[in-house]
């Protein structure tokens, strides 16, 4: 679907914070402020709807997405808190380390009226978590339809376990049930469905509601289920894994937005996630 004149290719909701790795570096984090950025390089028109604090970290974060060319008008401040701070999420989960900030506190009050259009709307499933960023991030997919779009979610699975293992599924099945298209990385895939092959997978993740399951192999390779079909997308051998987790999927809405089959967007995603030489924009 081309948006109408105005209108956003996306509206991105979820988590926004600082990633620190091993030695000390600092990049964009979070789910929906690194899918955003992504959007933004593909010439999407994105605007970011999350919660930051008053302090340093959020104003790097501010510069890096302004630099970007994000829309920000819906980014909020929360000058009593703190923005979110990652030590190495991709990291081994033992060496994962989080500093609850204001990106959970996002209310449902805080999503844009249902006056602002948008082709899709784009949650984090990390926003999934825990109140009151859960209630705003199922009103922002329950309210897309009404927006003139769609409804995606990345899944995050492995984040969700490892923060709170016992709600995972619980927390994931009202949002899967409700949106048009889903993505997923491999360890997702294992922290819900075990030793289940990507097919498999897919097929489970599409039994609990979405019509697009977009599943990315450690490689880069993508495995696409649309409707009862499976698209494999493999990835080019002579390239090293991806280096931005949230690469692929990112391309593979954009696509969506501007109108491309499914599949096509798939084998886009595939090269654009390869063609990504670092992480993250740097702070």
């Known amino acids: 679907m081309t948006p109408m004149s105005g209108a956003l290719d996306w509206l991105a909701v979820g988590d926004v914070a600082e990633e620190r790795g091993t030695d000390s570096s600092a990049i964009l984090g979070g789910g929906a402020a690194r899918l955003a950025a992504h959007a933004a390089a593909l010439r999407a028109r994105v605007s970011l709807v999350a919660k930051m604090g008053e302090d340093d970290a959020g104003r790097r974060v ?90 995606a979610l990345l899944l995050e699975a492995e984040l969700l376990w490892w923060t709170n293992a ?54 880069g390779s993508v495995v696409l289920r649309e409707g009862g079909r499976i698209h494999v997308c493999p990835a080019d051998r002579s390239e090293g894994a991806p280096r931005d987790r949230y690469a692929g999927a990112a391309a593979f809405w954009v696509g969506l937005a501007h109108r491309a089959p499914a599949r096509k967007s798939a084998s886009d995603s595939v090269r654009y996630a390869q063609s990504v030489r670092r992480a993250g924009p740097r702070l």
Do not use: C
């Open 166 to 219: 016992r709600m995972v599924r619980r927390v994931l099945e009202p949002a899967l049930a409700i949106v048009d298209s889903v993505a997923l990385q491999a360890a997702d895939a294992r922290v819900l469905f075990g030793s289940a092959n990507a097919r498999e997978a897919v097929r489970l993740v599409a039994a609990m509601g979405p019509r697009l399951v977009y599943l990315a192999e450690t490689d």
């Open 62 to 151: 501010r510069d890096a997405l302004e630099r970007l060319k994000v829309d920000l008008r819906w980014l909020r401040s929360a000058p009593a808190m703190r923005t979110t701070v990652w030590h190495e999420p991709d990291g081994q989960p033992q060496r994962r380390r989080v500093e609850r900030g204001a990106d959970l506190a996002l209310r449902l009050d805080e999503i844009p009226p249902l006056s602002v259009a948008a082709a899709l709307t784009v949650v984090s499933g990390y926003s999934l978590s825990v109140e009151p960023a859960r209630s705003a991030a199922l009103g922002a997919l329950s309210s897309a339809r009404i927006r003139g779009g769609r409804a």
